[in-house]
């Protein structure tokens, strides 16, 4: 990556944080070269903080680090991508993202992380442990059962029902995909491949 820290006079570059499971963005901040190189080193973004004005690994206080997965630039090698797996909140007001949305749009991709964790750590009474416990076979019947419901809602019952329905199938889709081990990512993978 040629990235061309020399285009402002303060050889900083903007650099956007994004969850890389939901796809959030989490956070703006600013990098020079040796914070890129050190954030490059250590898997953890480090910015240089213009307030501080040294370099700053995010949790080096709170330990609400933000473990890199990838890189990118973008097209005028100027501004980066970074996609993290944030540990903890990434605001220093405790919110997980400092901008400040009307709902997380990307619920859906965080609800995966949910029932993984639940796949990974199970809690006793979750429901998410009772319909593992039961195997595939009744999961997958679950789906067929919220289809059908969804189906019906559509046709006969009101804008909330149909929406409440179209959110248990979902949710149970959810479920099922963690079951067969293949994530939401694979399934926007290939609709993206299908749609082309």
Same mark, same amino acid.
């Given at each position: 990556?040629?990235?061309?820290?020399?285009?402002?006079?303060?050889?900083?570059?903007?650099?956007?944080?994004?969850?890389e499971?939901?796809?959030?963005?989490?956070? =703006?901040?600013?990098?020079?070269?040796?914070? @890129? %190189?050190?954030t490059?080193?250590? +898997?953890? &973004?480090?910015?240089?903080?213009r307030?501080?004005?040294?370099?700053?690994?995010?949790?080096?206080?709170?330990?609400?680090?933000?473990y890199?997965?990838s890189?990118?630039?973008?097209?005028?090698?100027?501004?980066?991508?970074?996609k993290?797996?944030?540990?903890g909140?990434?605001?220093?007001?405790?919110?997980?993202?400092?901008?400040?949305?009307?709902?997380?749009?990307?619920?859906?991709?965080? =609800?995966?992380?949910?029932?993984?964790?639940? @796949? %990974?750590?199970?809690?006793?009474? +979750?429901? &998410?442990?009772?319909?593992?416990?039961?195997?595939?076979?009744?999961?997958?019947q679950?789906?067929?059962?919220?289809?059908?419901?969804?189906?019906?809602?559509?046709?006969?019952?009101?804008?909330?029902?149909?929406?409440?329905?179209?959110?248990?199938?979902?949710f149970?889709?959810i479920?099922?995909?963690?079951?067969?081990?293949?994530?939401?990512?694979?399934?926007?993978?290939?609709?993206?491949?299908?749609?082309?």
């Open positions: 990556m040629k990235i061309d820290f020399n285009k402002n006079n303060d050889g900083l570059v903007p650099v956007i944080i994004q969850n499971q939901t796809l959030e963005v989490l956070m =703006l901040g600013y990098m020079n070269s040796e914070a @890129y %190189e050190k490059r080193a250590e +898997s953890k &973004v480090t910015f240089f903080s307030t501080k004005n040294r370099l700053w690994t995010k949790g080096e206080e709170s330990g609400n680090f933000l890199v997965k890189i990118s630039i973008d097209c005028d090698n100027d501004t980066l991508l970074i993290v797996d944030p540990i909140p990434t605001c220093h007001t405790g919110s997980r993202s400092c901008f400040k949305t009307e709902y997380n749009q990307n619920f859906i991709f965080e =609800l995966e992380q949910i029932v993984n964790s639940r @796949y %990974e750590h199970p809690q006793e009474g +979750s429901y &998410v442990n009772k319909l593992r416990t039961k195997g595939l076979n009744k999961i997958a679950k789906v067929g059962e919220e289809g059908v419901e969804t189906v019906i809602a559509a046709l006969n019952e009101t804008e909330t029902d149909f929406i409440n329905e179209a959110s248990d199938l979902v149970h889709l479920v099922l995909l963690r079951e067969k081990n293949i994530s939401l990512r694979t399934i926007a993978e290939n609709l993206e491949k299908r749609h082309r």
